[in-house]
């Protein structure tokens, strides 16, 4: 099925995301996450592309699995050094395998490369027709509520988004975010840009100090100091920070479905007991999340 079909019902949406494997050594418990995650049947599962193609293979083999669970699989590809026929290969894979939807990134610039005045594809928007060109796929895109890193202002970042959607995305996933008034000021700003696509709020349940680092030094995501407090107090205690990130999250869902944001993705980073805990704490009131 199709995401934009999935977006035109009237109800609020949990969607989750997992990576691949990145090498056979861990493929199976890699696989094990994937299904033991799908078996929660969220409204869709994205699978992430490892940098610049690492893990071509392995994203459709994650993606094939998800389908087979009966979960809708959104597949994501990146053009960072990748050529119109290798891209073609990647999407042909794909159309093969059942896949409808493709996440349509540019990708991390590779360690060292400072520019893009090599590739073919500088720019997700540009990566875009060409996905249209062979295939019929739903087409989402992401876009970054603390602005893109490498954007010089967010309103040049928010003129990019325009053009992302221009050239025919249809919905857009955020980075993630820990403070919800940043993302309604973003949401503003894009609306008022005349971006229109449904908006997916990303949440990224951090269980650890060390993940949270990590976070920082790719996002550069401001963190309240809630939740500054609650690494302080339960940081090294993994199973105390796992339940505290787990009501963050809920709390933070909570809010934006309050505030009328109709569709959550969750960043599982593979934890299906992570995933099915916020599900649970959601039951009653997202439709995918209930049991039975
Ligand atoms: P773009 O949309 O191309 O934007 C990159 C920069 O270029 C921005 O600063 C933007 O303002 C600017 N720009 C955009 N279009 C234009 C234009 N037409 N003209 C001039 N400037 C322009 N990375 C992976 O490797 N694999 C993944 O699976 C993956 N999944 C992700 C999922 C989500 C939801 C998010 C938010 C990010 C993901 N990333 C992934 C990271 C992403 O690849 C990086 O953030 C990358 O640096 C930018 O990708 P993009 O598609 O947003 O790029």
């Known amino acids: 099925m199709k995401i934009s079909e999935i977006f035109e019902k009237d109800t609020p949406t949990l969607s989750l995301e997992v990576f691949p494997p990145k090498n056979d050594e861990v493929y199976d418990k890699v696989e094990k996450a994937t299904e033991e995650i799908a078996r929660l049947k969220p409204d869709f599962m994205s699978v992430t592309y490892g940098a610049a193609g690492s893990t071509r293979k392995y994203t459709v083999d994650s993606a094939k699995l998800i389908q087979k669970a009966g979960v809708t699989a959104l597949a994501h590809l990146t053009c960072v050094n990748a050529s119109e026929e290798s891209i073609k290969e990647q999407l042909e894979r794909l ?171 969750i960043y599982t980073m593979n934890r299906p007991e992570v995933a099915a805990k916020i599900q649970e704490n959601l039951s009653e009131i997202i439709p995918s999340c209930r049991r039975g």
């Open 95 to 265: 159309k093969e395998a059942g896949i409808e939807n493709i996440l349509a990134l540019r990708g991390d610039l590779p360690e060292g490369v400072e520019g893009t005045d090599d590739w073919v594809f500088k720019h997700a928007s540009e990566l875009i027709p060409v996905i249209r060109k062979y295939g019929d796929f739903c087409i989402g895109g992401a876009c970054y509520p603390e602005k893109h890193p490498e954007a010089a202002d967010m309103k040049t970042d928010i003129a990019n988004i325009k053009k992302k959607t221009d050239a025919g995305c249809e919905f857009l996933t955020t980075q993630m975010f820990f403070d919800n008034n940043i993302f309604y000021n973003y949401l503003y700003r894009l609306r008022e840009a005349g971006v229109t696509v449904p908006v997916v709020a990303g949440i990224m349940p951090v269980t650890n100090a060390k993940q949270m680092e990590r976070i920082l030094k790719l996002s550069q995501a401001f963190i309240p100091r809630r939740y500054v407090a609650l690494l302080d107090r339960f940081g090294s205690e993994p199973e105390k920070m796992k339940q505290a990130a787990i009501a963050y999250a809920t709390d933070q869902i909570l809010d934006l479905l309050c505030n009328g944001i109709e569709h959550i993705h």
